[in-house]
């Protein structure tokens, strides 16, 4: 593999719906890849998908993954979370079980093989009684996105590494990964995450730059999330640990701060310097 292709850099985007970069910054910041927020309901049709394809077409970028989110989520703080995101809540999973198939067919129209998501707050025993509905849904999400050729990826942060890959195990199907966020594990203080990268190893198939600060209280209280290289995780050291692992795709970058053009140009441009450097310096 060149280095040209390897850890392609990108950004996470949004068209109408998340935080992430605008879509006309895309172009300003130059990076060759994107991963998705879903657009809003109302926009997951044919015609929009076409258009955004000419338009990433244009840019010469390339869309890896797009992350499903639901109305009602809120991460206000981590006990909320808990309450209201991802597949869990028993009382919307069926309703956002169905969005996220209209979500991978979207992703279909896109031409884009992975779709990603916050499955929520997996308990944390195996025997949970909740734990069988969690695995049900999970399969039957990856058993869709599979008669459209996708993979699935779940977003790290609210399980340790050990209690993601038991649910992995458990779950048994050949297109769930991992897209994992170092940050993530220190914002929701489930353990540090160049061990937990190691460990998760082989199922890590995409991944968050992003950077944090760990709470006084953590797993009660949230973390910092801050500007890529100003927090608790050692980028140089989370790149060498992809190294070791063998992961070679992108290298996408995340800031969840507000829609901003200007602050996010200035900002997430910062971060796509850093990783060209420390790309540049790992070569
Ligand atoms: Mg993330």
């Known amino acids: 593999?060149?280095?040209?292709?390897?850890?392609?850099?990108?950004?996470?985007?949004?068209?109408?719906?998340?935080?992430?970069?605008?879509?006309d910054v895309i172009r300003q910041l130059k990076v060759p890849t994107?991963?998705?927020?879903?657009?809003?309901?109302?926009?997951r049709d044919a015609e929009t998908a076409s258009r955004l394809r000419d338009q990433?077409?244009?840019?010469?970028?390339?869309?890896?993954?797009?992350?499903?989110?639901?109305?009602?989520?809120?991460?206000?703080?981590?006990?909320?979370?808990?309450?209201?995101?991802?597949?869990?809540?028993?009382?919307?999973?069926?309703?956002?079980?169905?969005?996220?198939?209209?979500?991978?067919?979207?992703a279909a129209m896109m031409q884009c093989d992975v779709v990603?998501?916050?499955?929520?707050?997996?308990?944390?025993?195996?025997d949970d009684p909740e734990m069988?509905?969690?695995?049900?849904?999970?399969?039957?999400?990856?058993?869709?996105?599979s008669q459209h050729h996708q993979a699935l990826h779940l977003e790290t942060g609210q399980e340790t590494a050990e209690g993601l890959i038991q649910f992995l195990d458990a779950v048994q199907r050949d297109n769930l990964h991992v897209n994992f966020d170092p940050?993530?594990?220190?914002?929701?203080?489930?353990?540090?995450?160049?061990?937990a990268l190691q460990k998760l190893g082989a199922h890590v198939r995409s991944v968050h730059c992003k950077d944090g600060t760990w709470s006084?209280?953590?797993?009660?209280?949230?973390?910092?999330?801050?500007?890529?290289?100003?927090?608790?995780?050692?980028?140089?050291?989370?790149?060498?640990?992809?190294?070791?692992?063998?992961?070679t795709g992108p290298l996408t970058i995340e800031r969840e701060i507000p829609q901003e053009p200007e602050r996010q140009i200035a900002e997430i441009g910062r971060a796509v310097e850093l990783l060209q450097e420390l790309k540049a310096e790992l070569a």
């Open 183 to 195: 940050a993530n594990m220190i914002l929701y203080g489930t353990g540090e995450p160049i061990p």
């Open 216 to 247: 006084d209280q953590p797993g009660k209280t949230w973390g910092c999330e801050v500007p890529l290289g100003e927090g608790d995780v050692d980028m140089r050291k989370y790149l060498l640990t992809l190294e070791q692992i063998g992961y």
């Open 1 to 23: 593999m060149t280095t040209e292709s390897k850890w392609p850099i990108g950004v996470f985007a949004s068209v109408d719906a998340g935080l992430g970069v605008q879509w």
């Open 116 to 126: 990603a998501l916050h499955l929520g707050f997996v308990p944390h025993q195996i």
């Open 132 to 145: 069988p509905g969690i695995i049900e849904v999970t399969r039957q999400l990856c058993d869709y996105c």
């Open 34 to 43: 994107i991963q998705l927020h879903a657009p809003l309901p109302q926009s």
């Open 56 to 106: 990433l077409n244009d840019f010469n970028v390339k869309l890896t993954a797009i992350f499903g989110g639901f109305e009602g989520e809120s991460y206000a703080d981590i006990p909320t979370v808990a309450r209201s995101v991802g597949l869990v809540p028993a009382e919307t999973r069926q309703s956002r079980l169905d969005e996220m198939k209209q979500i991978s067919d979207f």
